[in-house]
């Protein structure tokens, strides 16, 4: 049993300092949650993550991942504009595509943001998720999707945050997130959403979606959106 830990930056991500490493097989840390715990294995950030906020000492086990490996991850499972963009998301495709996991537990990944000065671990960050966005149109459908891809390749997908949250996922505790099996989605639902995919060919290969903002029609994208919400009705 392969179980993957995936840290983001929500207020709530300091509860997993304490979790036993043993617990886990490899924690994958989305920016500045490297400094949560010392002992991560990988650090996946985009390319305008400021410099400054990054670690200087990495030790020769952990490694950083870029967008030089996480969009040909992403892009095999469709691409950005359909999975979404937020590095939440990122790191699980990348996860799946690189460790072929069992299970994939995230922690800190809500991306619910109160008002006030405490929205990240470190205090006031941006909110990534709430900029305008083609790609983020509805997070509880991104969400879907990745674990409709999860439960094709046998992994299973929970949420350890106790928190309100924007992602679908089953919840689960640390200790028993190794006991976890994959939910399974609707085929044929599933099946209608990748084709409404494949019919609407919004993929870029570059993975710089934005850049191609003009071609995509926001009234698509939430029709896909709607076909994935249903993927486990």
Known sequence: MTVVLILGSGPNVIESRHWPRDLFDTIVT???????????????????????RRPVDVDTSQTIITAREFVPAQNAFGGFVYAGGTMAFTAGYWALHALRPDVVAFMGCDMVYATGP????????????????????????????????SAEQG??????????????????????????????????????????????????????????????????????DALWLRAFS
């Open 30 to 52: 989305i920016n500045n949650a490297w400094a949560v715990r010392p002992d991560w294995d990988v650090l996946i950030h985009p390319e305008d993550f400021p410099t400054e």
């Open 118 to 149: 405490q929205t990240h671990f470190y205090g006031k960050g941006e909110a990534d998720p709430l900029r305008p966005d083609i790609s983020l149109r509805s997070l509880e459908a991104k969400s879907a999707r990745f674990e409709a891809f």
């Open 155 to 224: 992994c299973a997908v929970v949420n350890l945050s106790s928190d309100p949250s924007r992602l679908t996922f089953p919840r689960a505790t640390p200790e028993a997130v190794a006991d976890t099996t994959p939910r399974s989605p609707v085929a044929d639902r599933v099946s209608e959403a990748l084709a409404a995919e494949e019919a609407a060919g919004y993929f870029v290969e570059s993975g710089r979606y934005w850049e191609e903002e003009d071609r995509f029609d926001p009234a698509v994208i939430d029709r896909i």
